[in-house]
């Protein structure tokens, strides 16, 4: 049948089956992982088991497709590091992320207990007034947790009085307040490292703060760098799946784009030939 027949309700087909066969079933595509990603994965790596440590969720739903995978695969891998992780928000709905992420990785690491291995703080409002207040004493700006408890009831919360407590700071975000504040303050007040996570959009943005001030221990750039990290950890999961059907898209385009040159050039030199 002659490419230019075909019934284009066929390639719409193909795509579909393309995209979805991988979000469904993970296949698992050759991926490169670019320094910026594995640096970050080194600072957690590298960072002792006990350590406490701390994660703002700088997001709302609507930055959840690329920036939720990478939040997933970077906590996970704090929680196979043994790190005590302390939560906390600079955006209203970052909260929710934070209990969403929590509620799936619970099932899969039934020995975590709240209040020693993890805490989650809330949002407080303020933005970069707040990151600067928490660098005095954490319990001026959080006297209890998301859920009302008093912090100081909570043994992850011994001894813990600032960011000189701190191994490092990892933001994700979706924009201001998020991780140019923590930035700001984290590393340039309180000299402590900071990585995380941004958009595809935001990242032109923010890499200048890893490549040239080297203000930032790497950056995790859009869905490509969440599923690079999945690969570090050994875990591949929704970010995978998603460059899996973002590639095979590709590749079924490419091909039809193939089958339609070779027709018209088979076209073209019949025309010729009579």
């Not at 991988?22 to 970050?40: C, R, S």
């Not at 923010?206 to 750039?221: C, D, F, R, S, W």
Request: proline share 5%; aromatic share 10%; with cysteine.
């Amino acid at each position: 049948m002659a490419a230019k027949s075909i019934d284009r309700r066929w390639i719409y087909l193909f795509i579909f089956l393309g995209v979805a066969f991988p979000l469904i079933f993970v296949i698992g595509l050759p991926i490169e992982i670019t320094e910026n990603t594995q640096m970050a994965y080194d600072l957690i790596d590298n960072t002792p088991a006990g350590s406490h440590v701390l994660y703002s969720f700088d997001y709302d739903p609507a930055s959840m497709p690329e920036l939720h995978p990478m939040a997933k695969a970077m906590v996970r891998h704090s929680i196979e590091k043994k790190h005590k992780i302390i939560f906390t928000a600079l955006w209203p709905m970052g909260v929710q992320m934070i209990d969403d992420i929590m509620e799936q990785l619970s099932t899969e690491y039934p020995d975590l207990v709240y209040g020693e291995d993890y805490v989650n703080l809330g949002f407080k409002v303020g933005g970069i007034v707040t990151i600067q207040a928490m660098g005095k004493n954490f319990r001026s700006v959080f006297p209890t947790d998301a859920n009302g408890k008093k912090i100081d009831k909570l043994p992850i919360m011994n001894n813990i009085e600032n960011y000189n407590n701190i191994s490092y700071i990892c933001s994700f975000s979706a924009g201001a307040p998020g991780i140019k504040e923590w930035v700001q303050i984290g590393n340039d007040v309180y000299k402590r490292p900071v990585t995380g996570g941004v958009t595809g959009v935001s990242a032109p943005s923010i890499l200048p703060y890893v490549n040239e001030q080297k203000q930032l221990t790497g950056l995790l750039a859009g869905l490509k760098a969440a599923a690079e990290y999945e690969k570090l950890i050994g875990a591949p999961a929704l970010a995978t799946a998603g460059m899996d059907a973002q590639s095979l898209a590709h590749l079924i385009i490419i091909i039809f784009i193939v089958i339609g040159n070779i027709n018209y050039w088979r076209n073209k030199k019949k025309k010729g030939d009579k």
